[in-house]
């Protein structure tokens, strides 16, 4: 059975830092492109930031220079480093899983409200 649980969202003042986790299991864990997303209510999910396999990342517009993505493939993580955070930040951060083009899997989603 394939689990992603993140885990680290709350509330923090604006300008403050997270970290978010996800923690996956049942996947070969170090072969997933692995993503963070992110949803407000009444919007589509966004893609914040990705990591790839072998280590290659990317970063939405509004996530560079302030969140850092990274894996443990020994330790089945996928963390993200959220500093500099403002209100807009606000919303239902996702761990995703890709591999193949065809295979993926979603976390239930992490709360994280930043308040101004």
């Known amino acids: 059975q394939v689990q992603l649980v993140e885990s680290g969202g709350g509330l923090v003042q604006s300008g403050g830092s997270l970290r978010l986790s996800c923690a996956a299991s049942?996947?070969?864990?170090?072969?997933?492109?692995v993503a963070w997303h992110r949803q407000t209510p009444g919007n589509q999910r966004e893609l914040v930031a990705n990591?790839?396999?072998?280590?290659?990342?990317y970063y939405a517009d509004f996530a560079k220079g302030r969140f850092t993505i990274s894996r443990d493939n020994a330790k089945n993580m996928l963390y993200l480093q959220m500093n500099s955070l403002k209100p807009e930040d606000t919303a239902v951060y996702y761990c995703?899983?890709?591999?193949?083009?065809?295979?993926?899997?979603w976390g239930q989603g992490t709360q994280v409200t930043v308040s101004s």
């Open positions: 990591i790839r396999s072998g280590g290659g990342s």
């Open positions: 995703y899983a890709a591999a193949g083009g065809t295979v993926y899997y």
């Open positions: 049942g996947i070969m864990f170090n072969i997933y492109t």
